[in-house]
Structure formats: structure tokens, C-alpha cells
């Protein structure tokens, strides 16, 4: 969760939920005889993703990853990918925490809305604690291993180990170094049963998601030039809601760098936006779209200017929406590195309104 009062917030990724959607299916039923070590196609689609989204956040941040996991439609449209913070603190230098505090999520989740017909979980593993590995390529080298766990409705459950290091050339898009992963190994393991069985006059109803008359088109405009953080931001633009995605067009977008007796050295990495959840006292973008890459110094007082962009959230209607809001979250690397103050993962944000996603808003038009 980040603190809105905060004047500078770090943001590190910790868990994404993985499902492919789809009839709802109220009994889980073992696989009898499950010998073989294959991958089902479900099972496929979830390693590819997961393996992803790891490298992305690896070779973006120079560090280690928690878990990750997988929301795939099944329907036509593109992958849909949530980022939801883990439930309470773990022990960082024991990975197999991570992988027991995920399954119980997984397990809750799955009592409220069973509709996952597979799920995945990745995490790291790391010789030490996750503290030392850090800096990609020029960090200690360490062993490192990246664990999948897939497992689906009907009992199977596959574990891929994969050894994994930074390899310092190429640099990749972040200059930390690219990640390459060794051949899976592939076993079966033991399932953990996220689906809940239920005798036929228990079965529990599943209320629909809200659907929108029209889509929602309205003026968006955004702002943080009023809060003390390093760098601030604005953006003008349109807002258009579907039932299950959110487009925002931009007309400009704006990140300036304030505060001038900061003397540290700032670069603008990316820039994505979101949707914000939460209350008045912490909140935390979700559904965020495809990072726009900027990958340039802000000084003090310097101005970055995008004009003309477009950005797409995947997003299900909710009914949360009528208190929810767009968030832009500006990605930055600050400091030098070899210096105390070096990170790579600070980020800062500009917010619209909440109800900016409400059918009937009594936001200003």
C-alpha cells in the first residue's frame, strides 16, 4: 500500500493472481493416475506469463521477485494482469514463506469467486537473504533459482525449477543486466486444492458484475503540482470506460522536477497508468497499463512534455468503481549508482478524483 503523504513513495511489486475464468464448476475432481510431467495448454500459458512478468521485474529493478500470477480471460481478449499485495509481512530470507502465505490468499480467494480453472505461483529462491541480491549483473553472485508451482482444477500440479543470473551484456532496457533462465525441470507435486468442494444444495450463487448502459466518456485531468514529492505531475486528456477495459487518451502529460535544493541525480524511466484503490489514508494503483518508456535525466526544475498518447487498462467492471480512480504513476531511477541514495524502483504519482469512474459522476464535467 503507499502513503499519500509520503514525499517520495518506493513501490516494490509483490503478487499478482493468477486464473483463467470460466463455467463455474463447484467440485474439484482428482486426477487418477497422473503420471506424466507435461504441461497442460492452461498450464503453458501460465508459465509463459510468469516467467515474464519475473524477468521484467528482475531486470527492471536489479533485485528479486515474491510471486507472481496470471489472470487470463477465456475469451478472446488479451491477458489481464492484477497486482495485489500480500497479506501480512513474511521473512524475506525464507522464500518457501512466500509460497505458503500465497497458497492460503489463493485458498481464501477461491472460497469467495471459484472461478479459476488454473493457478500459478512463482517464486524466487535465492542462496542468502533476498537483502544480498541485489543490482543485477553487478550485484554478488549468488544462486538463484526461479520455482513455478501450476496447478488446475481437476488435481494436477506440476513444479518447474529453473536456475536462473544477470548476464551483464547485453545490459537489457534497465542496464541491469539480462536474465537468462536455465532449462526447466519439471516434476509433479503434491496439489493444494484451492477449490473448495460443496455438497449440490450448498452450491453458492456467484452475483454477475455490474455492466455499464454505455460506455463512459468524460474530460480526465490530473494533477499532483500541489504535493511534495521530487517529482510532480499533470495530465489533460479524455476518459473512456468499457465493462471490461478503460481507455484514457492524452492530450499532454507533464513531469516536472521541483524541490531545487534536491541535488540529486533524477531519470525519468516510465510513466503507466492505473486505477487507484483504497481510502484516504493509503491506496495503491491496480489494472495499470503498459509502461510508456522515457528513459531521460529530469534536473532541477526540468520538464518532461509527451503529448498525444494513449494508454489501455484492462479493468472488469466493479462495483468499487463508483469510489475508484485513474492513477498515473511516474517510474524513476534516483542517485548514482555505487552511493547510498542509489534506487531504482522510487516512483511518484498524480491522481484524478475518486468517482472519475462512476456511471452516474458528480464529478465536474
Known sequence: MLNRSSRQVIFFAAWIVVAIPTARCVAQIATAGDTSVALTQEMKVLDSALLAR??????????TFHSFALY???????????????????????????????????????????DARAIGIMTDSIDGPIEDAVDGADGPDVARKAITELEDRSGRCRRIERDYHFASEPKGDWGLGTVVYSPPRITRCQPTGYWPTYPPSEIPVTRSRPHLAAPIVRPLDISSLGVMFTVVGDMHGKLTVFDDSIVVAVDSLA????LPHDTRRVRLDSIRVGVGVGDDKSWSPVDDSKALKVGRLLPPSGRIVRRRLRFVLPHQRREEDSESWIVVTFHLTVGQRG????RTDATTYAHSVKGVLAEMSSVPK
Open 255 to 258: 513531469a516536472t522536477r521541483q
Open 339 to 342: 552511493q547510498a541514495d542509489y
Open 54 to 63: 519475473a524477468r521484467y521485474t528482475l531486470e527492471r529493478w536489479g533485485t
Open 72 to 114: 487470463v480471460p477465456d475469451t478472446a481478449r488479451s491477458s489481464q494482469v492484477m497486482e495485489i499485495g500480500l497479506p501480512h509481512a513474511v521473512d524475506s530470507e525464507l522464500p518457501s514463506a512466500y509460497r505458503d502465505t500465497l497458497r492460503s490468499a489463493l485458498r481464501v480467494r477461491q472460497l469467495r469467486e471459484p
